[in-house]
């Protein structure tokens, strides 16, 4: 089955702890993941993708295929990390996309 | 990417009602999907189209919903009489071949009361 976990629908931090969004996934073929965030008011948006392992507004996502993760990472968080964050798997071929429940990030100052 | 528009933002029907969204992508997007989004739960897959060809249904797509794709261009989804049920949010997004990422809309709200 295909299917995507994020266990924790709220994480609160302060500003300047690390942070850690947790995201498991289950799929028969090569995962292609993605986590997308979506602030107050806004729409869904692009943070990261696997493939490129890029760090975006200082987040970073390692795949790891043994306990089929694809945790969101950031050291330091800052008051305009809350948000919204989804953890999906792209479906090859199709391209749709199979997301988490989300997990809502707050900051406090 | 600069955009994806949905028309209404927001719309209130009673039941029973018929319903369509619109949704119009940037001439890129040769993929265009729609998701239901309800009250704390990530986007569900409906459909998607591969510019005109609709190319996969999920199962949450009954027989009253129906979806088009004209001329590759913009989409439009209909749903026929509406039941409590189909109280929520409706996103559109564009896929271009260079981009790996989506490009989400800002929604359609549908309330049914």
């Known amino acids: 089955a295909q299917r995507v976990t994020q266990p924790e629908k709220l994480l609160s931090v302060f500003k300047g702890a690390p942070v850690e969004l947790k995201c498991n996934y289950s799929?028969?073929?090569?995962?292609?993941l993605f986590w997308y965030v979506q602030y107050s008011r806004q729409r869904l948006q692009l943070l990261l993708r696997?493939?490129s392992r890029e760090s975006i507004k200082g987040f970073t996502a390692d795949l790891n295929k043994g306990e089929t993760s694809f945790h969101l990472k950031k050291p330091f968080a800052q008051e305009e990390d809350s948000a919204m964050y989804y953890c999906?798997?792209?479906?090859?071929?199709?391209?749709?996309?199979?997301f988490g429940t989300g997990t809502r990030l707050q900051v406090f100052p | 990417d600069t955009g994806v528009s949905q028309d209404p933002r927001h719309k209130i029907t009673k039941r029973g009602q018929n319903v369509t969204f619109r949704c119009d992508p940037i001439?890129?997007?040769?993929?265009l999907y729609w998701y239901r989004q309800t009250l704390g739960q990530g986007p569900e897959f409906l459909t998607y189209?591969?510019?005109?060809?609709?190319?996969?249904k999920s199962r949450l797509l009954s027989d009253r919903f129906s979806a088009e794709r004209p001329k590759g261009s913009f989409s439009t989804l209909e749903i026929q009489r509406t039941e409590q049920g189909d109280s929520a949010m409706y996103l559109c997004?564009?896929?271009?071949?260079?981009?790996?990422?989506?490009?989400f809309g800002s929604g359609t709200r549908l309330t049914v009361v």
């Open positions: 189209f591969q510019n005109e060809a609709q190319l996969e």
């Open positions: 997004a564009g896929r271009s071949p260079a981009n790996y990422g989506y490009t």
């Open positions: 696997h493939i």
């Open positions: 799929y028969s073929g090569s995962p292609e």
């Open positions: 001439s890129e997007h040769n993929r």
């Open positions: 999906a798997l792209s479906v090859y071929n199709t391209d749709k996309l199979i």
